[in-house]
Antibody, heavy 121, light 110 residues
Framework: QVQLQESGPGLVKTSETLSLTCSVS??????????WSWIRRPPGKGLEWIGN???????DYNPSLKSRVTISVDTSKNQFSLTLRSVTAADTAVYYC?????????????WGQGTLVTASS | QSGLTQSPSTSGTPGQRVTISCSGS????????VNWYQQLPGTAPKLLIY???QRPSGVPDRFSGSKSGTSASLAISGLQSEDDGDYHC???????????FGGGTKLTVL
């Protein structure tokens, strides 16, 4: 059973960069079993798929966020990370990391507990 | 990015049957399968229904999904207090070239 844990600052200044890390246990980011994914939920709104990365390093991003997002993998630490540049208040959300065995972005079987990130000046 | 449409809220009493709807278009629900997630207060979402009407192992058969045309529905029968939470639908959108979620429906068990 894969376990995921998000970590990172809970407050980011607007126009700066949001960086989060997801630590993986019970599985390996090099296994190829999953697309390692990020999803977020702004307050009072629904879920939004941010993107994913495969063990090969290939990535796929939400077109609406693509210009600001980078997802990367650190195989030595068995972690994957999210970087979101030039944040605005609209990026305030609970951020989740999750596993997706399909890569399509609609089937997530394991989730982290989520971490609230507030973007404010 | 346009998403799927869900009613913001619904409610029911214990034992009752409730239905949550999710409306889309030909480019998403009309041509691709729908998944549903349950998100209980303070927790991460949990996969409830996949491929329109399939339940993952461990999900009670009180939960069922269906799809017709460009709309999908989640039905919960024998409502229980622990069903209180948010329910999200999602489907791949071929026009947007990415997955789209609904805004979520908050279910209150009275």
């Amino acid at each position: 059973q894969v376990q995921l844990q998000e970590s990172g600052p809970g407050l980011v200044k607007t126009s700066e960069t949001l960086s989060l890390t997801c630590s993986v246990s019970g599985g390996s980011v090099t296994s190829g079993d999953y697309y390692w994914s990020w999803i977020r939920r702004p307050p009072g709104k629904g879920l939004e798929w941010i993107g994913n990365i495969y063990y090969s390093g290939s990535t796929d991003y939400n077109p609406s966020l693509k210009s600001r997002v980078t997802i990367s993998v650190d195989t030595s630490k068995n972690q994957f990370s999210l970087t979101l540049r030039s944040v605005t208040a609209a990026d305030t959300a609970v951020y989740y990391c999750a596993t997706d065995p399909t890569g399509v972005g609609i089937f997530f079987d394991f989730w982290g507990q989520g971490t609230l990130v507030t973007a404010s000046s | 990015q346009s998403g799927l449409t869900q009613s913001p809220s619904t409610s029911g009493t214990p034992g009752q049957r409730v239905t949550i709807s999710c409306s889309g278009s030909n480019s998403n629900i009309g041509s691709n399968p729908v998944n549903w997630y349950q998100q209980l207060p303070g927790t991460a979402p949990k996969l409830l229904i996949y491929s329109n009407n399939q339940r993952p192992s461990g999900v009670p058969d009180r939960f069922s999904g269906s799809k017709s045309g460009t709309s999908a529905s989640l039905a919960i029968s024998g409502l229980q207090s622990e069903d209180d939470g948010d329910y999200h639908c999602v489907a791949w959108d071929g026009s947007l070239n990415g997955p789209v979620f609904g805004g979520g429906t908050k279910l209150t068990v009275l």
